[in-house]
Every structure is written in structure tokens, then in C-alpha cells.
């Protein structure tokens, strides 16, 4: 792999996606036990308690929806609101311009939980580098209504990625951010290439062309969602409604997602200080009169996300030997490095050769035709 930097005087911002780990609203699902049961079970707490079960032939269960095919509305009616006023989106800038949240951003749901994501169709380009011109987003995790969620922790997550891969929240795939916290996140931008078969992009490994057999483009972390979606749909015959329904009927997939052949990505990272300071904690108290002093460091996440720099770090594969111009000049080259030779000795050295092996097939054929005379002396 060869590496290269190249400048730029603008880069196009990456696709920001954000979402509350616990983004169950708790005022919004019915106060009854029986309810808080199916809660209960699909939540990370079920491990420890292997005994609790539920009677699905009480009519709780019908009365609320839960035998109707879920829409968007119905799981949106259970989470915290995130774009509306008093969501977790409280306010959003760009190079020190608002921007409007209903317009460049839109919502996104994942099992159990609702993000919100960068809008493929508005593009916003970075024309500084630095912590001063950024974007910048004020967050209110709403945390008193806080509900059993698919996680422990208690904070936001969010992942900077390509606007056409669908982002994987697992792992280092995203950052993870506790409430009362002013976060820098600094992003550098990386392109890769690798050469498509026959040559190998990792060892034993193979990259793909933005191409399905379908004609449709390839992306790996879409190729992951697919794989897990058909073996949900294998083990309950059912798809998660996050998917499009009728795609299994068109396309028959297998669970193999090899690096594309091209990809970008954005490495990021943070630095954070306590948000806000005791003494504009105790001033924003006094002005907008919160419900406690401590409201904004309990709910309230400040993030900022800027270009360290206005380039692209490229990492190009390249073959070895592109022609057989190469394999010589390496032959040449290796000989003068370790032999002193050149391509003159070379030369010599295979005229030597060539004469002395002349003069041994000459002289051999002469011997041949040589005849031994017997001359007798008389005395």
C-alpha cells in the first residue's frame, strides 16, 4: 500500500448520526405491571431473571397494540421525542450558521431505539480547519424519563461515516458520551483503494466493486444489516421494520460482505471538559429558572465536530510489477546493490560466456580432425 495526502480547499462534511442509549420514554408506556413485564423481558435485565414469563392471552396485551403490525408512528409514540421541540435535539449550527434540524436532519430507527442522521440530500461543505468553524449540537437527554433499554448505560452515542453506509452501532463504530459533557470530536478523512482479483486486498482476501449481482452499489455495512435480517427471518419468519418487506422476494443473499474495493472513512477523535462550569451552571439556573441547579450537567451533552484538516489521507494499493520494464530494472537494480554490477557487466559477463564457450566447441571439433603420423629415422 502507498500513502498519500492530498490537500483540498473544501471537503464535503461527513454524515453525522446520534441516538440516546436509553431512548424509551417512560411517560409514554402505560403505568401496569403486566406491561412493564414485556419490558423487563426484552431488556438486558432478562439474564437474571430466567423465571418471568407472560400470559399473552390477557386481553392488556391486544387493548395496547401489541398483536398489530408496528409502524413508524407506533414506535415513535413509545420514544423520547428527537427532532420536535423539547427532543433531544435542541439546536444545531454550522460555521457559526443554525441550522434548520427538520430540514438537515431526519429520523432513523434501529431496533428499540430512534436516531436521528444527517439527510443524504443536504450537503454541507467544510471550508476551515479547526475547533473554531464546526458543527455544533446541544443535546437534552431527557434522562428522568429514562425506560428499560437494549443498554445499560445512560449518555448518547454517536458515529461520523460515509453519508451511503448505514451505520453499525457496535463497538468502535461509535463514541459513546455522558451526560454533562463539552465534546471536541477532530475527524480526518481516508480513502482506500484496493486492486480488484486477482490480486488480494488482505491475505486470502478478495475487495468487491461497488457492483451486486443485481446492478445495485455495494456497501459492506449494508451487506451486514442484509445478513442479519435473513437470519432473523430464518429462525421467526418475520423481518424487522426497519427492512423493506418485499426485498427477499428479488434478491437472494449470502452472508459474505468483503471489503469494497473503494471506501472511505473518517477517523475521529475526542477530547471533553465538564459542561457546563459551576459558575454557569448557577447563572443558567438564575436565568431560565431549570427544575434544579443540576439540570444541564444530569441531561445536556455540548458536541462539536470540525475537519483537523483540509485533506484526504489516501491509501492506494499498487502491483508490485506493473510490466516487465519493472522486473528488470529490480533485476538491475539488485545486482548493482549487491554485486557492484550494471547492466554493462552484464553484458561483458555474457560475452565471456558466449566466447569461451565458441572456443570450447572449436577446439573440440579440431581435435577430432586431428591425424597422428608415424616418421621413421635411419641412421
Known sequence: MTQYTKPQNEIEFPTVTVCNLNSLNKS????????????????????????????????????????????????????????????????????????????????????????????????IKSKHEGSEF???????????????GISYGEGLQFIVHD?????????????????????????HKKRYEYLPKPYEAMENMYCKDHKNDDGSKYYRSSCFKDCLSTFILGRCH??????????????????????????????????????????YSKKT?????????????????????????????????VPKYSSAGDIFANLGGQMGLFLGASIVTLTELCEFLIFAFLTFIINVIKRGQTEVQTISIQQ
Open 28 to 123: 409514554a408506556i402505560r403505568n401496569d405491571s403486566r406491561i412493564e413485564n414485556y419490558y423487563l423481558i426484552v431488556s438486558p435485565l432478562s439474564v437474571y431473571l430466567p423465571n418471568i414469563s407472560i400470559n399473552w392471552s390477557d386481553p392488556i396485551f391486544e387493548q395496547e397494540g401489541f398483536y398489530l403490525n408496528r409502524t413508524f408512528e407506533d414506535v415513535m409514540n413509545e420514544q423520547k421525542k428527537v427532532l420536535d421541540p423539547g427532543g433531544l435535539l435542541v439546536s444545531a449550527s454550522f460555521d457559526f450558521s443554525p441550522l434548520d434540524v427538520k430540514e438537515y436532519f431526519q429520523i432513523k430507527l434501529y431496533p428499540n431505539r430512534a436516531s436521528f442522521t444527517s439527510n443524504p440530500h443536504m450537503k
Open 134 to 148: 464546526h458543527m455544533t449540537l446541544m443535546l437534552d437527554l431527557d434522562t428522568a424519563n429514562n425506560y428499560y
Open 163 to 187: 453519508a451511503n453506509e448505514d451505520p453499525i452501532h457496535q463497538g468502535i463504530n461509535g463514541f459513546y458520551v455522558k451526560p454533562g459533557r463539552d465534546v471536541f470530536a477532530s475527524v
Open 238 to 279: 418475520c423481518l424487522p421494520y426497519t427492512h423493506k418487506r418485499d426485498f427477499y422476494k428479488k434478491t437472494k443473499l449470502e452472508c459474505d460482505c468483503p471489503l469494497p474495493c473503494t471506501f472511505t472513512q473518517y477517523e475521529v477523535s475526542l477530547t471533553s471538559s465538564l459542561f457546563p462550569s459551576d459558575f
Open 285 to 317: 439556573f438564575a436565568v431560565r429558572g431549570e427544575k434544579h441547579l443540576d439540570y444541564y450537567r444530569q441531561n445536556y451533552v455540548n458536541l462539536h465536530i470540525y475537519f483537523d484538516q483540509l485533506s484526504t489521507t489516501i491509501s492506494q494499493q
